[in-house]
């Protein structure tokens, strides 16, 4: 018997763009990750292509850039309590404090743990053909970590739990959240920049791409799980693609005095539909009002994602966005004789509207009907499944940046280039709603970067951290539901609280409309993250 979940994949978060603070992590590619992600005034390779079109306006011929950041994410997760009894159960682990959590994800094109994040680009001033025009072509990878493999820290080691196969192993308590996600958003772009006057740059930007999602979670497979008993859970399986995926950016540069450059920047927000398949598996618990279940696919003619769906496959959609970011900076520039650059330092500030209704509450629907079994086999419609929206509770978020080099000249034309940032960015989640399967903690940016330059050619490395401490989400309520003494909610007097009011996540209990989705908080304890970043990159021109 299969369920396939109404909203089993709004744990998916995707990154779409660069030098923003929030859930994106600073900079794109090498040289501007390594000033923190101070860069929208300073850029002025194909770095520009993500950060800020005008920066193409400084490239003379045709440049062609190859820059990289290499991630890993870091995170452990510690809920507060303990596993509940479960009723006519004896198992090993009742009554046991939940035990560590960590990301172990190792991405497909990865290295180990690392995922590099290119930028590949090539811009040109077309021989000066039309004076004042550059004109780029490229690719990015945005700058984030979507992966999750998450693991339990058990006898010494850190175990992947496997559903349905050892009810006295315990089960994950993150498993409500995430188990196990994959991600990636590529965005083709072309941009160009026009020298206005010799002190004012402008550039646009505009992307078409896919995103593809793939992510495992478990919900509720009955209306009364509160005590969380695996046998009544159910593992769900998505697998999506958006095929097409559009956004564009507008950027400016403005120079009121040699030694001083002032820059914005502004990207669209990126709306993704993704259509695929759910696959899933249940717990021998899973029921309605004491019967088994099972889902057909909705009749083409009525559904609402997409047709040809399976019993073992149903369609499903997710629909979310990536929010809209706006930068703006200052640049004081050092410069030595005859005007040659000596040094800069650079601040950006910049804001991002996770608190847009479909950045914050993702969308879900899986085109599918529900039929309860009898003791012969009939079976009976229930009900179709509904749309779901999945809360995350994000909402907008602030950064600051400071970053700058210094550069050590060797010979006419060749430098040695040092560079560091430091930066810091709000938390997207509000209080209580950090989460396994999304980053939403504050942050602080620590970054250095060194590069050579030559006459027709530039290599770039770089490295850094970004710190997020132990931070909290507060709160110990844990319904115990009719098995265990009635109490419900966490409001008091068997209260719960109004769905907008909660502080956290509840499981998914696609059986259940999303207005009455049960209180039952699965993400109250302490998250505990850190990034290491590597960049590489190089660029040549001519």
């Known amino acids: 018997?299969?369920?396939?979940?109404?909203?089993?994949?709004?744990?998916?978060?995707?990154?779409?763009?660069?030098?923003?603070?929030?859930?994106?992590?600073?900079?794109?590619?090498?040289?501007s990750t390594s000033r923190a992600g101070a860069a929208i005034a300073s850029v002025d390779d194909g770095e520009a292509l993500s950060i800020n079109p005008a920066g193409l306006a400084k490239t003379k011929g045709t440049t062609i850039?190859?820059?990289?950041a290499f991630i890993n994410y870091v995170m452990e997760f510690n809920r507060r309590g303990t596993y509940d009894p479960i009723a006519d159960e004896a198992l090993p682990y009742e009554g046991m404090a939940y035990p560590t959590v960590k990301n172990d994800a190792s991405p497909p094109l990865?290295?180990?743990?690392?995922?590099?994040?290119?930028?590949f680009a090539v811009a040109s001033d077309l021989g000066g053909k039309v004076p004042g025009l550059t004109a780029a072509i490229g690719v990015f990878a945005p700058s984030g970590y979507p992966f999750r493999d998450m693991c339990t820290e058990l006898d010494g080691g850190c175990k992947?739990?496997?559903?349905?196969?050892?009810?006295?192993?315990?089960?994950?308590?993150?498993?409500?959240?995430?188990?196990?996600?994959e991600g990636a958003i590529v965005l083709p772009s072309i941009a160009a920049s026009y020298r206005i006057t010799p002190d004012l740059d402008v550039g646009a930007r505009f992307s078409a791409g896919w995103a593809d999602i793939k992510s495992t979670t478990m919900i509720w497979a009955n209306l009364d799980n509160y005590s969380e008993n695996v046998k009544n859970d159910a593992e769900f399986t998505v697998d999506a693609t958006d095929k097409l995926i559009m956004g564009w950016g507008l950027g400016l540069t403005f120079r009121p005095t040699p030694v001083i450059e002032l820059a914005a920047n502004y990207s669209s927000k990126i709306h993704i539909?993704?259509?695929g398949s759910a696959t899933s598996e249940n717990g021998p618990g899973a029921s309605i009002n004491g019967l088994p279940f099972i889902i057909l696919p909705t009749a083409d003619g009525a559904a609402r994602c997409a047709t040809g769906g399976t019993r073992e496959a149903q369609k499903a959609c997710i629909e979310f966005e990536l929010p809209m970011t706006a930068t703006v900076g200052g640049r004081y520039k050092v410069l030595g004789k005859e005007g040659r650059l000596r040094g800069d330092i650079e601040l950006n500030?910049?804001?991002?509207?996770?608190?847009s209704e479909l950045a914050s509450d993702y969308r879900v629907v899986v085109d599918g009907d529900v039929y309860a079994v009898d003791a012969n086999n009939d079976q009976a419609f229930v009900f179709r499944l509904k749309d779901n929206p999945v809360r995350h509770g994000l909402q907008d978020t602030f950064s600051v940046r400071l970053g700058g080099s210094f550069?050590?000249?060797?010979?006419?034309?060749?430098?040695?280039?040092?560079r560091g940032g430091v930066g810091h960015d709000t938390a997207a989640a509000k209080q209580g709603w950090l989460r396994s399967d999304l980053d939403g903690a504050a942050r602080t940016t620590l970054t250095i970067g060194a590069g050579y330059r030559a006459k027709r050619w530039e290599v770039n490395v770089g490295g850094g951290a970004i710190l997020e401490g132990s931070p909290d989400n507060p709160g110990m309520c844990n319904p115990?539901?009719?098995?265990?003494?009635?109490?419900?909610?966490?409001?008091?007097?068997?209260?719960?609280n109004p769905i907008a009011e909660r502080e956290g996540p509840d499981p998914i209990t696609p059986v259940s409309p999303p207005g009455v989705q049960t209180e039952s908080p699965v993400t109250q304890g302490t998250y505990s993250a850190h990034y290491v970043l590597f960049m590489l990159g190089f660029s040549t021109w001519f």
């Not at 850039?65 to 990289?68: A, H, I, K």
């Not at 992947?160 to 996600?181: C, G, L, S």
């Not at 550069?407 to 040092?418: A, C, D, F, S």
């Not at 115990?480 to 068997?494: E, L, V, Y």
């Open 1 to 31: 018997m299969k369920l396939h979940a109404v909203a089993l994949v709004g744990c998916v978060l995707l990154p779409a763009a660069a030098n923003a603070g929030g859930l994106f992590l600073p900079g794109s590619g090498a040289v």
């Open 65 to 68: 850039t190859l820059s990289m």
């Open 110 to 119: 990865g290295i180990g743990r690392y995922q590099p994040l290119p930028v």
């Open 160 to 181: 992947r739990y496997t559903f349905n196969a050892d009810y006295n192993q315990p089960p994950p308590p993150q498993r409500y959240d995430i188990v196990k996600q």
């Open 273 to 275: 539909n993704a259509k």
């Open 349 to 355: 500030l910049g804001w991002e509207n996770w608190g």
């Open 407 to 418: 550069r050590i000249p060797q010979g006419e034309t060749n430098e040695i280039i040092l």
């Open 480 to 496: 115990t539901g009719p098995a265990q003494g009635q109490t419900f909610g966490c409001a008091g007097g068997n209260m719960e």
